[in-house]
């Protein structure tokens, strides 16, 4: 445990070159070089937090989640637990952004009204680059491919590809490919870890 860390009390690890100032971190937690975590940050417990990252206050990041180097996860965006964000991927808050020091734009940061709000599910991953426009909820175990643009609402286990991103597949609670079988209830079994899923209308449901 760093210096710092100690000096808190806290039961977090805190490499001696990140900058923490969150005193909302949970146990286990590791945040390594040249990482920022802003005062109003909340991260959960048994987290990795890589070097370069930058928390802002406002973000809440869930328990066990991989935050990996160069990710900014800004004010209004909330990860679940587990949730994987991939080398530099990208997410934003303000669908219509200005400089607040612009004078014509100064009127519309008076408030927090100009905050769109992400969500990223239980368990999804976020690949390498991608980008999460603001305003979209990523659901629980949906895979964002590597450099892809997500710009609507992602439903459970849907893989999505592309620029715009589209609907490319699913997958499964291990990050496996589900191949569904024929029928009115399309069914799958994941050939890596077992578990048993149904799909109607391109919403996925675990069965066992």
Not at 22 to 42: E, P
Not at 82 to 95: C, E, K, Q, S
Not at 105 to 127: F, H, L, P
């Amino acid at each position: 445990m760093s210096a710092a860390a100690q000096k808190t009390g806290a039961k977090f690890y805190q490499h001696p070159n990140a900058i923490v100032d969150s005193k909302r971190i949970g146990a286990g937690t590791r945040v390594w070089a040249f990482a920022q975590v802003m005062n109003g940050a909340v991260i959960g417990k048994d987290c990795n937090i890589g070097g370069h990252a930058f928390i802002e206050a406002g973000a809440r990041i869930g328990n066990g989640v991989t935050v990996k180097n160069g990710v900014a996860v800004w004010e209004g965006v909330t990860v679940d637990d587990f949730a994987f964000l991939g080398p530099n991927a990208v997410f934003t808050n303000d669908l219509r952004p200005r400089s607040p020091r612009f004078p014509g734009g100064k009127i519309r940061y008076q408030t927090k009204a100009w905050v769109s709000k992400t969500r990223v599910g239980k368990g999804a991953s976020i690949g390498a680059n991608a980008t999460i426009v603001c305003g979209t909820k990523i659901g629980a175990f949906a895979m964002i491919g590597a450099g892809a643009v997500v710009t609507h609402d992602v439903p459970a286990h849907t893989l999505m590809l592309g620029v715009p991103a589209r609907p490319a597949g699913f997958v499964c609670e291990c990050g496996d490919e589900l191949t569904f079988s024929a029928g009115k209830v399309h069914r799958a079994k994941c050939g890596q870890c077992g578990t048993s899923y149904a799909e109607r209308g391109g919403r996925v449901s675990r069965t066992r």
